[in-house]
């Protein structure tokens, strides 16, 4: 079985081949060498066995500057315990849609029958005046000798 050892470097959340090399030591030193430059944010090396009877490979890391940039993060604050604030009810149903608005109530019948009586009764005062009120023009036209 022969063994290659990948160094693979970390920048902006992408791995990528850096060198492939024979020995092992070499491998690990090179890839410190690359951390201690600080242009990437990890660097790690894979020992890439190879069965030359199946062709099938295998991949174990050997060294991983990943963990150590772990260890160096500030611990996230845990979440509060105790009672947390009511959240405000969403304006949705269970299947993630907008509820309708609500819909307007409808007019009773008696509050119809009601609105329908008001208006025939202003129109019948309106008629009485203008009736009225033609009499009182034929009555002042009549003076002067003018019919309607």
Same mark, same amino acid.
């Given at each position: 079985?022969?063994?290659?050892?990948?160094?693979?470097?970390?920048?902006?959340?992408?791995?990528?081949?850096?060198?492939?090399?024979?020995?092992?030591?070499?491998?690990?030193?090179?890839?410190?060498?690359?951390?201690?430059?600080?242009?990437?944010?990890? +660097?790690?090396?894979?020992?890439?066995?190879?069965?030359?009877?199946?062709?099938?490979?295998?991949?174990?890391?050997?060294?991983?500057?990943?963990?150590?940039?772990?260890?160096?993060?500030?611990?996230?604050?845990?979440?509060?315990?105790?009672?947390?604030?009511?959240?405000?009810?969403?304006?949705?149903?269970?299947?993630?849609?907008?509820?309708?608005?609500?819909?307007?109530?409808?007019?009773?019948?008696?509050?119809?029958?009601?609105?329908?009586?008001?208006?025939?009764?202003?129109?019948? +005062?309106?008629?009485?005046?203008?009736?009225?009120?033609?009499?009182?023009?034929?009555?002042?036209?009549?003076?002067?000798?003018?019919?309607?």
């Amino acid at each position: 079985m022969s063994a290659n050892y990948e160094i693979l470097t970390l920048k902006g959340g992408q791995w990528q081949i850096d060198t492939t090399m024979k020995n092992r030591d070499d491998a690990i030193e090179h890839a410190k060498e690359l951390f201690a430059e600080k242009r990437y944010d990890g +660097v790690k090396v894979l020992k890439d066995v190879v069965d030359p009877r199946t062709n099938k490979s295998k991949e174990i890391t050997i060294y991983d500057s990943t963990r150590n940039l772990a260890a160096k993060k500030p611990a996230q604050e845990a979440p509060a315990k105790g009672p947390q604030p009511a959240k405000e009810k969403a304006d949705v149903d269970f299947k993630f849609k907008r509820k309708p608005p609500p819909a307007k109530k409808k007019s009773s019948d008696i509050w119809l029958i009601l609105r329908t009586g008001i208006l025939l009764l202003v129109l019948l +005062v309106v008629a009485a005046f203008v009736l009225g009120g033609m009499d009182l023009i034929n009555e002042i036209l009549g003076e002067f000798g003018i019919r309607l």
